[in-house]
């Protein structure tokens, strides 16, 4: 956690980044299949609100949450924004702090990076899924803007070069091409890279134990989304064979954003004044996702909403 982007962001007001801490919530409230939530830790970087914090706090009543804090010139300030007895502090980077927490309780992992994947931060998810109790889940969420475009570069070489040098020649797919990292490109090889970490980590764990102890990985969540800066994020459940039947894919197909595979879940803010989104609310839910009315609301922004209404954030001005 390299901890200064709350001093540009309000991560309060991103609503997409709000509607994604909602449906995280959503889905891993399913995990209660396995344990009660009560048993669980959360570990997580946060921005000085530490809004997944009173979240997950809040909607799945975990107690037990630890916060990763690498800014420690502004220690004092995040300590006093801290909102609830339960979240204990880690002063230091990820890197840091990760290899020296216990991991005997189940836990919700949430890895935020602020700055590009390196290889500092693959080792934080590879020592991370080496090292979870089967029940619990790792979400990874990482910068995947492709950066401007210089006229006077190529600038499919540069992507390539430019991934290549930070996560290391080990990590990189031997197919992967510099064309294929413009737009949401970077994105896709992005998660790609995480994906092939937690199988090799999980595969390795599990190669000396029998069938019903093996480890393998239920993915959950391929979000894509930009609030000012484009964003993936990557998550699922960390499961052995027992586990694996009492919480099984079948159990999160309901959810509209559930993305067992390669294809990304894109999470659009709807422009919309407060009054649409108000008529949009009465012809909710028995019309989403397309809700074909009223017309003179733009279709897009109309399905964009129906999309994602349950998890819209509402945010309102409060004079003291």
Known sequence: MTGSSFEKFNYALRPAKNMERKMFCEA?????????????????????????????????????????????????????????????????????????????????VWLDYEQPLDEKKLSDI??????????????????????????NLDMRT???????SQIGKKHMPSDVE?????KWGLATVLRRIVANLIETTLSDRSAALDAANKF?????????????????????????GRDGTKLAPKHF?????????????????????????????????RSAPDVARPSWIPEDERKKYGRVYRYFPSFSEVEN
């Open 28 to 108: 891993l409230a399913r995990l209660s299949r396995i344990a009660g939530l009560a048993t669980y830790r959360y570990i997580g970087f946060g921005a000085i609100g530490f809004h997944d914090f009173c979240l997950f706090h809040q909607r799945l009543g975990i107690r037990e949450m630890v916060r990763i804090e690498g800014n420690l010139k502004a220690r004092n300030r995040i300590a006093r924004n801290k909102p609830y007895s339960c979240i204990q502090m880690k002063w230091g980077m990820s890197h840091e702090v990760l290899p020296i927490l216990k991991w005997s309780k189940r836990a919700i």
């Open 216 to 240: 393998h990985f239920d993915q959950l969540f391929h979000f894509h989304y930009a609030d000012g800066k484009q964003m993936m994020s990557f998550g699922g459940l960390i499961l052995n």
């Open 253 to 285: 197909e309901d959810l509209t954003f559930y993305r067992p595979n390669s294809d990304a879940y894109l999470i659009e803010t709807p422009l919309l004044t407060w009054r649409e989104i108000k008529r949009l609310d009465e012809k909710l839910p």
């Open 158 to 164: 540069k992507r390539l070069a430019d991934l290549r």
């Open 126 to 151: 590879a020592l991370v899924a080496s090292s979870l109790r089967s029940g619990s889940a790792l979400i990874v969420t990482l910068p995947a803007d492709p950066g401007p475009v210089d006229a």
């Open 178 to 182: 510099g064309s294929q990292l413009a």
